[in-house]
């Protein structure tokens, strides 16, 4: 199958590729590790991890590119359905386009994984999270958090929030294995069309 960008088009001229050092969590790795990629290749790896939206001097800042070169790169991203564009008063805001994403995420499900590895998978989160219900008896994990104040013992607490959080993911994760799951032909049909 083919392999695109991220972003599901061409790549921009200055997203050649560069070995990024080690993470780690010294000030002069993190130099080193911004100073090995190019300018737009930051702002794009900074645009992907927004868990809110950012103005683009935010994002200048995060990424040490001017705010002029912030906004070049976020307004390809928004070109490219990887951001959106949201006007608040004065300020114009980007934000990760949630719904391009998950397609993003199901055909990457559907190019990396087997049928029979997604049904797995999928057959895997039903039994942890139906193992959950029944050993902490609750049907939701925000009942498992707000369960957490009764109990004095920090093992059980963390046991209890760990689970919590690990539900809340997976409850994210089915519907993209799910669509993925319900559109393997159709996509995989597609790839064998393009390909």
Do not use: C
């Amino acid at each position: 199958m083919s392999e695109k960008s991220d972003s599901g088009t061409a790549q921009h001229s200055d997203e050649q590729e560069q070995p990024t050092a080690p993470s780690e969590s010294s000030e002069r790795a993190d130099r080193s590790t911004r100073s090995s990629r190019t300018r737009g290749e930051r702002v794009r790896a900074a645009a992907w991890t927004l868990r809110e939206p950012r103005t683009a001097s935010w994002i200048a800042e995060e990424t040490e590119v001017s705010v002029k070169t912030a906004q070049k790169y976020l307004n390809q991203l928004v070109e490219d359905n990887v951001l959106l564009r949201v006007e608040q008063g004065e300020q114009t805001l980007y934000a990760l386009d949630q719904l391009m994403a998950s397609y993003r995420e199901v055909a990457t499900l559907q190019r990396e994984h087997t049928r029979e590895e997604l049904t797995t998978a999928l057959e895997s989160m039903r039994d942890r999270i139906t193992d959950w219900k029944a050993t902490y008896d609750v049907d939701q994990p925000g009942e498992l958090r707000s369960s957490l104040a009764a109990f004095d013992d920090e093992q059980e607490r963390e046991s209890r929030r760990e689970a919590a959080s690990e539900w809340e993911q997976l409850e994210t994760r089915l519907p993209l294995v799910q669509t993925a799951l319900r559109e393997y032909d159709w996509a995989t049909e597609r790839e064998t069309i393009t390909a």
